[in-house]
């Protein structure tokens, strides 16, 4: 923040009043503190939520390079924070949950090749919190965290190819002594005893064990990626649960990405999404399946239990946090009901961003294909559309209504209705990285590469190109009067354009910086400007009328409303790459010269080698074409009697055959008579059969006539008679 360009480092002017989002990449994300209030990271700060009033405090983590895991003390009074940091490495800062600026940092000792804590664990008694660290270093560490000092360290995988997923304690064991680390092919338990760690249990299982969690004081539950439940009693695996969970398809199975312990037994989180719940059996120590539902068709990072186990809250992989109440019962009919904590959050970077004059909005969209509306005041979501296409910029109308939004293909301009963002108007403008509606709305201006484009809100009319940066265009402002605009690019330009004429009225150059943000003071002639060398340039009339350049570079810039203040954003990583590629071109230019000098005497060396080599080669090359050609007349020779004597055995076997069928031939020739023969033979008899037939029809007939003229006959006498 500066005062027309001078930087008030003691002011302190923003307040945090809402955030929406979660970080998903840090293990072990989501925890209850008390009934209503849940704590989780997002972006360098820890988020403690407010269930019932819907509200939020923060608790910064300024220092480092982002939170890579976090762990809760048993009375939440405590939060360790996991922080990975390129200027001093990792460490743990323990964060006293009532007065969050009390805090303790414990650094990993000298010597250490660690890049980052993936796992945290406080003791039983919480005096004492265990720290496992990821490659290529992969071990524990075990402090006494009020006292700040490291009792012991160990390396818990020999393997430095091996890969650890996370760390416990035993929540069970009152003398806070055994820990238990789980990972592909990997099972341990150790003991914290006389100030050492022991290895007192090791099993070498054939699957990945994802997560674990302790069930009682030597007991531990695993979840592993092929859809297992291991349970190990003592160090030893005493029970295989095999459970297909639901949404599995054949091409892969669902992995169990973190499991918890409740009162009631477990509940497990799958990577397609769903949770399943797992009640005790009267042993009270074998779980049986008794619930499961569907939160998305997302990874579920973690899940945290509230103080009376009636309900959950889970993470999943996309960002999104969903509050699930346990207590339904199944035997009236009664569903688990799952409901967003608050509203979906986006889940990737967040490309663009805008506000509008008018209400209370700000639209994003981000890689996750999305846009977005919210609502600041009420710190709620208006508006999510998704798209097929990521989109790269958006700009938000001063009305509200309507929103312009850049995508690889194409320039859209769309309404904000109640429930859903539809376009209207389309452009054939491409890969638009950079769009600004003007102040009062009737113009927008739209960046493709080098040029920008001046066009009429309502009538989508081009008033004309704006022409003359060499390089990619990476800001652009309007005056708050809408006639002129300001530009900068990567081509080391600023350009003051008259909107109205199109035409260039000031134009500033460096050779020193790539500009990445540029914005008018309330004069209208005085433009602020940043770039990749982090300094604020003050132009007036085409000319540097100030420089200004702070501990740590800027890469945005803009002016308040009234032109009283100047605000400008730093790049902290920037500055940082910097001073590492110039430590490292120095060293590496000492490096090379020493290696020119080594490796003069050892190419003399190779070069006497390799030409004695050669020559050797050479001789072995003439030998071996000598012996080529002498194989090749021999197998020509063996080819050609190969192929004489397969002519002449395919010319007996034509032969032969030829024979065999003028055989079969004659065969077939006399079947052919002989059927002839018997079809005649047969045609005679049924012939004579015929005639036989008919003859003795024909008497059979004569004689049963003459039977009844005789009938007939007496009949005809024996009426005579009685008459």
């Not at 990449?25 to 990271?41: A, G, K």
């Not at 700060?45 to 923060?58: A, G, I, M, P």
Request: glycine share 6%; net charge negative.
């Amino acid at each position: 923040m500066a005062d027309h360009a001078r930087v008030n480092a003691s002011a302190q002017l923003l307040v945090q009043s809402h955030v929406f989002g979660l970080n998903h990449e840090v293990s072990n994300n989501v925890t209850y503190l008390d009934e209503q209030t849940i704590l989780y990271p997002a972006g360098s700060q820890l988020v403690l939520y407010n269930l019932e009033q819907k509200s939020q405090k923060f608790i910064s983590i300024n220092d480092g390079d982002g939170i890579t895991t976090l762990q809760i003390s048993a009375g939440q009074a405590f939060a360790a924070v996991a922080v990975k940091s390129n200027e001093k490495g990792p460490y743990v800062a323990i964060i006293d949950l009532l007065n969050p600026r009390k805090k303790k940092l414990l650094m990993l000792p000298e010597g250490n090749f660690a890049k980052e804590v993936i796992s945290l664990s406080f003791t039983n008694d919480m005096r004492n919190i265990v720290a496992q660290t990821g490659a290529p270093d992969w071990s524990l560490y075990y402090w006494t965290w009020e006292k700040a000092k490291l009792l012991a360290n160990v390396k818990s995988a020999i393997n430095t190819n091996t890969e650890i997923h996370q760390m416990t304690c035993n929540p069970f064991d009152a003398n806070n002594t055994l820990i238990c680390v789980t990972g592909n092919l990997i099972f341990r338990i150790f003991k914290f005893t006389e100030g050492n760690f022991k290895l007192v249990n090791q099993q070498k299982p054939d699957k990945n064990l994802i997560c674990h969690c302790w069930i009682s004081e030597v007991r531990v539950i695993a979840g592993t990626e092929d859809s297992k439940l291991l349970v190990f009693d003592a160090g030893d695996l005493i029970l295989e649960i095999s459970y297909v969970f639901p949404g599995n398809v054949s091409m892969k199975t669902p992995s169990i990405q973190t499991v918890t312990q409740f009162s009631g037994g477990i509940m497990a989180g799958t990577s397609t999404g769903f949770c399943v719940l797992f009640e005790k059996t009267e042993d009270n120590f074998l779980y049986k399946k008794n619930k499961e539902f569907l939160l998305e068709e997302n990874a579920v990072r973690c899940i945290a239990m509230n103080p009376t186990d009636d309900m959950a809250v889970c993470t999943l992989s996309n960002s999104q946090i969903y509050v699930v109440t346990l207590d339904a019962d199944s035997n009236k009919g009664e569903e688990i009901k799952c409901d967003r904590l608050c509203q979906p959050f986006h889940h990737g970077n967040v490309v663009g961003m805008d506000t509008c004059a008018r209400k209370p909005l700000i639209a994003t969209c981000g890689t996750d294909k999305s846009i977005r509306i919210w609502n600041y005041i009420e710190n709620t979501i208006e508006v999510i559309k998704f798209f097929d296409d990521e989109p790269l910029s958006i700009a938000l109308h001063p009305s509200g209504l309507y929103v312009l939004v850049g995508f690889a293909d194409c320039l859209k301009l769309m309404n904000v209705l109640i429930d859903d963002i539809r376009p209207y108007w389309e452009s054939n403008i491409r890969g638009c990285r950079e769009c600004r509606f003007s102040n009062g709305g009737q113009y927008f201006a739209s960046v493709y590469g080098s040029t920008i484009g001046i066009h009429r809100t309502w009538s989508f009319e081009t008033v004309g190109y704006l022409k003359g940066h060499a390089g990619k265009v990476k800001s652009i402002c309007w005056s708050a009067d809408d006639s002129r605009l300001v530009s900068c690019g990567l081509d080391g330009n600023v350009f003051d354009w008259n909107v109205t004429l199109l035409k260039k009225e000031g134009e500033f150059s460096s050779a020193n910086a790539l500009f990445t943000s540029a914005c008018y003071a309330s004069d209208l002639k005085t433009i602020y400007s940043v770039g990749s060398d982090g300094n604020i340039r003050v132009i007036s009339e085409s000319s540097l009328m100030q420089e200004v350049s702070g501990k740590i570079g800027y890469s945005a810039i803009l002016t308040s409303r009234s032109g009283k203040h100047v605000f400008a954003a730093t790049s902290k990583v920037m500055v940082e790459l910097r001073m590492r590629v110039e430590t490292l071109k120095a060293e590496n230019d000492t490096q090379l010269k020493l290696k020119d000098m080594n490796y003069s005497e050892k190419l003399r060396d190779l070069m006497d080698k390799y030409t004695s080599e050669i020559e050797g080669l050479k001789q072995l090359t003439a030998v071996l074409t000598h012996d080529r050609k002498s194989n090749e007349e021999k197998h020509t020779s063996e080819l050609g009697t190969a192929k004489v004597s397969n002519r002449t055995e395919i010319e007996d076997m034509e032969f032969s055959f030829k024979i065999k069928m003028a055989a079969e031939s004659e065969k077939h020739s006399e079947l052919i008579s002989k059927v002839e023969q018997l079809k005649s033979s047969w045609e005679r008899q049924m012939d004579d059969m015929e005639s036989f037939h008919l003859s003795r029809v024909s008497q059979m007939t004569d004689y049963y006539k003459k039977k009844i003229q005789e009938k007939q006959d007496d009949n005809l006498q024996v009426r005579i008679f009685r008459i």
